[in-house]
Antibody, heavy 119, light 110 residues
């Protein structure tokens, strides 16, 4: 069974940093492209970032470009999101989402980790 | 303001057929696949439709997707109370070089 478990969320002040992790199990992590998607409280879904299985292609949403960095460690079956210069509007539940082996979007999702940016 | 436009709400009675629209542009829906997700209250989203009209295994055939030009639609037939959820469309956007979601549609089963 595919399992994606996010961690690392919490309360951080504006301008601060946080590193999210996503532990993957139940599949060969190194074969799959991965994403981060977020959802602000009471709001819709927003795609944040994408990374290919070998980390050779990376994309970011304009809203986080230059502040967030996606990475992965295939040996540790883990996906990461380094978030710097955090703003109030980054407050959200952050989901880790796996694409399918055929490349279609967000086949599997974790349960999310909550990031709150507030002074 | 989402790149893909969905109605904020939709409703229907049990057994009815409901459609949810998703409007985009030539840089996203017209030239790329459309995906649909269902998010039940307090849960993570679930893939409902991929590549415009394909259902993952386990998704009932009451759910169907279609695309025409710069718009796409999700149809739910034989509406059931457990279909009450938020529904989101998504696509790749060539201009943004990124994935985009619709703002979501809250479906109420009356």
């Amino acid at each position: 069974e595919v399992q994606l478990v996010e961690s690392g969320g919490g309360l951080v002040q504006p301008g601060g940093s946080l590193r999210l992790s996503c532990a993957a199990s139940g599949f060969t992590f190194s074969n799959y492209n991965m994403n981060w998607v977020r959802q602000a409280p009471g709001k819709g879904l927003e795609w944040v970032s994408y990374i290919t299985s070998s980390s050779n292609v990376i994309y970011y949403a304009d809203s986080v470009k230059g502040r967030f960095t996606i990475s992965r460690d295939n040996a540790k079956n883990s996906l990461y999101l380094q978030m710097n210069s955090l703003r109030d509007e980054d407050t959200a539940l952050y989901y880790c989402a796996r694409d399918s082996s055929d490349g279609y979007f967000f086949e599997n999702w974790g349960q999310g980790t909550l990031v709150t940016v507030s002074s | 303001q989402s790149v893909l436009t969905q109605p904020p709400s939709a409703s229907g009675t049990p057994g009815q057929r409901v459609t949810i629209s998703c409007s985009g542009s030539s840089s996203n829906i017209r030239s790329n696949y459309v995906y649909w997700y269902q998010q039940l209250p307090e849960t993570a989203p679930k893939l409902l439709i991929y590549r415009n009209n394909q259902r993952p295994s386990g998704v009932p055939d009451r759910f169907s997707g279609s695309k025409s030009g710069t718009s796409a639609s999700l149809a739910i037939s034989g509406l059931r109370s457990e279909d009450e959820a938020d529904y989101y469309c998504a696509a790749w956007d060539d201009s943004l070089s990124g994935r985009v979601f619709g703002g979501g549609t809250k479906l109420t089963v009356l």
